[in-house]
Nanobody
């Protein structure tokens, strides 16, 4: 079972930037996705971005051009660089690993965009 721990959330003004990190512990190999999802109050959890073990990147339309997902295989970590943040980006951000062996979720990190 892979455990995921997110960090890097916080309060930022509109137009600002934040970088989220997700550290994975346990065996990670084979064909899998590492991704970021978010859930705003009163809304369903939604997809933000993901990266395949082969390197392909995917983004939701709402963050394309503003957010960048990346990974560091040596550190078993995935990152989400968020720029040009908007109030509607306010949510709890979750890291997820998914693949043939199942899925794992982190506990989430709060991102609040407000002046």
């Amino acid at each position: 079972q892979v455990q995921l721990v997110e960090s890097g959330g916080g309060l930022v003004q509109p137009g600002g930037s934040l970088r989220l990190s997700c550290a994975a512990s346990g065996s990670i190999f084979g064909d899998y996705y590492m991704g970021w999802y978010r859930q705003a109050p009163g809304k369903q959890r939604e997809f933000v971005a993901r990266i395949h073990s082969g390197g392909s990147l995917y983004y939701s339309d709402s963050v394309k051009g503003r957010f960048t997902i990346s990974r560091d295989n040596a550190k078993n970590s995935v990152y989400l660089q968020m720029t040009s943040l908007k109030p509607e980006d306010t949510a709890v951000y979750y890291c997820r690993k998914s693949g043939p062996t199942g899925e794992s979720w982190g506990q989430g990190t709060q991102v609040t965009v407000s002046s």
